[in-house]
């Protein structure tokens, strides 16, 4: 069975600019989570949706946004990106208790 | 923020070792999890030790759990130079959300 996917794998952007990360999850699973992970940090957690509704949100500005489609695969949202924006964007699903994690996505931001 | 801080913050030790890894956190748990990373790319799921619980193993994987002191511990027995990662507990305050609060890490390095 394939993992949980993410495209792209790396992304470069400019200040002001927008991006759009995209994640597949496991095939079953319904709930599907977002984490930065700023680099020598632990992930922090942003999004997670259940079912296409939102269950929880971390503390992170509204610049940040996400939404799940009918066949559970998940997009992140970022408007307005800001230098600290920059790291690496992992994607979970999870059937219940134990989450599985895609390879992340890189993002730079110049 | 992070839930919890991991000891050490690195940790170098011989292949054939065993190496041992503590996590503390801040509020009560239903479940606490170890996570493995390497090269800064996707987490993989090590073990998952319930509130309930004490000791936990899977293979070369022991955890200890102690609520009381709101800690925990993972011990890798007869290391293994393809264990050099960096190790992360996260820990889930409420059962049915699967939010994972993470610690710091702890970054492994076993010497060949």
């Known amino acids: 069975d394939a993992g949980v996917t993410q495209s792209p794998t790396h992304l470069i952007k400019t200040r002001g600019q927008h991006v759009t990360l995209r994640c597949s999850p496991i095939?079953?699973?319904?709930?599907v989570s977002w984490y930065q992970q700023v680099l020598g940090q632990g992930p922090q957690f942003i999004f997670q949706?259940?079912?296409?509704?939102?269950?929880g949100r971390g503390n992170f500005p509204d610049r940040f946004s996400a939404r799940q489609f009918p066949n559970y695969s998940s997009e992140l949202n970022v408007n307005a990106l800001l230098l600290g924006d920059s790291a690496l964007y992992l994607c979970?699903?999870?059937?219940?208790?134990?989450?599985?994690f895609g390879p992340g996505t890189r993002l730079t931001v110049l | 923020s992070q839930q919890g801080e991991e000891d050490p913050q690195a940790l170098s030790i011989q292949e054939g070792e065993n190496a041992t890894m503590n996590c503390s956190y801040k509020?009560?748990?239903?479940?606490l999890q170890w996570y493995r990373q390497n090269s800064g790319r996707g987490l993989v799921h090590l073990i998952l030790?319930?509130?309930?619980?004490r000791e936990k193993h899977s293979g070369r994987l022991r955890v200890t759990l102690d609520t009381s002191k709101k800690s925990s511990s993972l011990l890798i027995t007869a290391s293994r130079a393809a264990d050099t990662a960096s190790y992360f507990c996260?820990?889930?305050?409420?059962?049915?959300?699967?939010?994972?609060?993470f610690g710091t890490g702890t970054r492994l390095t076993i010497i060949p």
């Open positions: 979970a699903s999870s059937p219940a208790d134990t989450q599985y």
């Open positions: 095939s079953g699973h319904k709930s």
């Open positions: 949706y259940y079912e296409k509704e939102e269950r």
């Open positions: 509020t009560s748990i239903n479940n």
């Open positions: 030790i319930r509130s309930n619980e």
């Open positions: 996260a820990t889930v305050v409420n059962f049915g959300n699967e939010k994972l609060t």
